[in-house]
Antibody, heavy 123, light 106 residues
Framework: QLQLQESGPGLVKPSETLSLTCTVS??????????WGWIRQPPGKGLEWIGS???????YYNPSLKSRVTMSVDTSKNQFSLKLSSVTAADTAVYYC???????????????WGQGTLVTVSS | EIVMTQSPATLSVSPGERATLSCRAS??????LAWYQQKPGQAPRLLIY???TRAIGIPAKFSGSGSGTEFTLTISSLQSEDFAVYYC????????FGQGTKVEIK
């Protein structure tokens, strides 16, 4: 059974870079043609797709965040990562890693989710 | 950006009754529409994809319909575990979500 687990600092200072990692178990990132995604949810608000990455390194980002987002993959550790630069209080959110249910598609319905991790931006 | 608009924002329903939730897209998304259920402190759970196909393990009480720009999620005979927030999401373009409908006990 596929499992995803987010990890990283729960507190980030304004103007710094948020860094999170998603560890995948129960399946290999590099043996499938899925894209792996990040989605966030500010407290009490809705969901926002941040971007998705394929194990080959191909990435797609939300246009509104593109200038600040970098995603990467480490197949040796079966992990993929998110970096969001120049953070402000508006970036405070629960960050989820997730996988679409369709192969070859960065944009799909997400059928596997991590439990989420709260990242607070505050000095 | 395809904007997804859900209505109503809050739906008050008595246990045992049916709930009908709406989702509208700002442009056609064909049938590339999913519905999720989210309970407090939990990740969203996929209910429906392809506008009307139930995800694995989802009971038949959840049904989806629509295509193009207008979509509906129907939950028949609500039980206590069904009271939650429901989101629609289009994946015809880069993914965008609706703002959610909270289904609460009347």
């Amino acid at each position: 059974q596929l499992q995803l687990q987010e990890s990283g600092p729960g507190l980030v200072k304004p103007s710094e870079t948020l860094s999170l990692t998603c560890t995948v178990s129960g399946g290999s990132i590099s043996s499938s043609n899925y894209y792996w995604g990040w989605i966030r949810q500010p407290p009490g608000k809705g969901l926002e797709w941040i971007g998705s990455i394929h194990y080959s390194g191909s990435t797609y980002y939300n246009p509104s965040l593109k200038s600040r987002v970098t995603m990467s993959v480490d197949t040796s550790k079966n992990q993929f990562s998110l970096k969001l630069s120049s953070v402000t209080a508006a970036d405070t959110a629960v960050y989820y890693c997730a996988r679409p249910g369709q192969v070859y598609s960065y944009s799909g319905y997400f059928d596997s989710w991590g439990q989420g991790t709260l990242v607070t931006v505050s000095s | 950006e395809i904007v997804m608009t859900q209505s109503p924002a809050t739906l008050s329903v008595s246990p045992g009754e049916r709930a009908t939730l709406s989702c509208r897209a700002s442009q056609s998304v064909s049938s590339n529409l999913a519905w999720y259920q989210q309970k407090p402190g939990q990740a969203p759970r996929l209910l429906i994809y392809g506008a009307s196909t139930r995800a694995i393990g989802i009971p038949a009480k959840f049904s989806g319909s629509g295509s193009g720009t207008e979509f509906t999620l129907t939950i028949s005979s609500l039980q206590s575990e069904d009271f939650a927030v429901y989101y629609c999401q289009q994946y015809n373009n880069w993914p965008t979500f609706g703002q959610g409908t909270k289904v609460e006990i009347k």
